[in-house]
């Protein structure tokens, strides 16, 4: 089977940076033809000046219907079609805490950017997709938090968990279209969000990963790779689920690897790797 979106258009939100990024390269590297709905004008620029005049890029806001909308209009009017929306948008926004100290705008701000956002999107972009009556791959970049609990990070968990709702909801109310809805949830992932040689302490650069089963943090390129297999043929019997891209953290579950290679459920710490 031949990997590739030739002939075949592509939205990814969020597509200037990090995992969207990553993805918005891959995708063109297989022939798509790329929209970016990107907020950061800096980021829009960078994108025309590397993508060319045969991508759409439209700054703009994901979590605002106008913006969804104007993007899908300018896809529509330049491209006639849609075939993979990469709904990449999502933020922790810096806020932690307990949830009787979190300020509700917070809940809301978190909420916005994170579930929200999804539906105003994809209810935006549906009927372009189904305009072509070939189908067509939705793609929800969520998190491994959607699948555990998270202390004093409660919201942004309940909200990812939320993403998981949506995405079976919406693979079945999109079946009888042949539009697929699947979901990317990666776990701490090296990106623009998430500096990680900021955040790690210089001298446990090489151990901090030591409780992912692989042995390493993300990259975008990770998550690039399970968004071309949702994108393609490759996935086409695929639908309503999950790809866990976290080096097998959440298959670990309570265990972690130890300094000297075993793994324990035992409490192991010696100091925090996080600055």
Known sequence: MKITLEGKVALVTGGGA???????????????K?????IDAGKCEKLKADLGSGALVVQGDVQKTEACKSAIEQIGSKFGRLDVLVNNVGHHLYNYGPIETMDEKVIDDLYNINLRQLFI??????PLMRKSGQGGSIINVSSIEGFRGCTYNVAYTAFKHGVTGFTKGMALELSADKIRVNTIAPETTDSEQVPLDKLIRPQYKDK??????LGRYGTPADHAGAAVFLATDL?????GTTVHVDG????????????????????VVVDTAMG
Do not use: C, H, N, Y
């Open 18 to 32: 990090g995992i969207g990024r990553g993805i918005v390269d891959a995708f063109k590297e297989l022939g798509a």
């Open 34 to 38: 790329i929209a970016v709905l990107e």
């Open 121 to 126: 999107m994809t209810k935006a972009a549906i």
């Open 208 to 213: 901090a990963a030591l409780p992912i089963p």
């Open 235 to 239: 996935s086409s019997w695929v639908t």
């Open 248 to 267: 097998g953290g959440l298959a670990a579950g309570g265990f972690q690897r130890t300094p000297d290679g075993f793994f324990t459920v035992s409490p």
